[in-house]
């Protein structure tokens, strides 16, 4: 998000500090909704990090319902056989948010862009 920030220009700032808008306002009004793509990047980056982590909800869970999607598709692998169409059926299901959020999330991105309000 740093790194984002520091590519939009000073000159947007300076102009909405010309036109009497204060830090708050500034920061709001004016870089927030510039770095919409970045926050909604991170967002989903972490969103499916968070998701897809096993050793962390393995390790804090101890009552069954608090088991995630992650931990529930490990149970139904077994040592010696497995149960192939159940799994992927799970398998499915459990993507179908993470696709459904990425899919929210890239339209947001392109609109995002779109109405950066820095002409080239």
Same mark, same amino acid.
């Given at each position: 998000?740093?790194?984002? @920030?520091?590519? !939009?220009?000073? %000159?947007? %700032?300076?102009?909405?500090?010309?036109?009497?808008?204060?830090?708050?306002?500034?920061? =709001?009004?004016?870089? @927030?909704? +510039?770095? &919409?793509?970045?926050? !909604?990047?991170?967002?989903?980056? *972490?969103?499916?990090?968070?998701?897809?982590?096993? @050793?962390?909800? +393995? #390790?804090?869970?101890? &009552?069954? %319902?608090? &088991?995630?999607?992650?931990?529930?598709?490990? %149970? @139904?692998?077994?040592?010696?056989?497995?149960?192939? *169409? /159940?799994?992927?059926?799970? $398998? #499915?299901?459990? =993507? #179908?948010? #993470? $696709?459904?959020?990425?899919? /929210?999330?890239? &339209?947001?991105?392109?609109?995002?862009?779109?109405?950066?309000? !820095?002409?080239?």
């Amino acid at each position: 998000m740093r790194q984002y @920030f520091q590519t !939009i220009p000073v %000159e947007l %700032e300076e102009a909405a500090a010309l036109d009497g808008a204060n830090r708050l306002q500034i920061l =709001t009004q004016v870089l @927030f909704p +510039l770095a &919409r793509p970045a926050a !909604i990047t991170l967002f989903l980056f *972490a969103f499916i990090g968070e998701w897809n982590d096993l @050793f962390k909800p +393995l #390790v804090f869970t101890t &009552r069954p %319902e608090l &088991r995630t999607v992650q931990l529930a598709l490990a %149970e @139904f692998q077994e040592q010696f056989t497995n149960e192939w *169409a /159940v799994l992927m059926a799970a $398998v #499915v299901i459990a =993507t #179908v948010p #993470v $696709v459904v959020l990425f899919l /929210v999330g890239q &339209r947001q991105f392109i609109e995002g862009i779109a109405s950066s309000g !820095i002409k080239s």
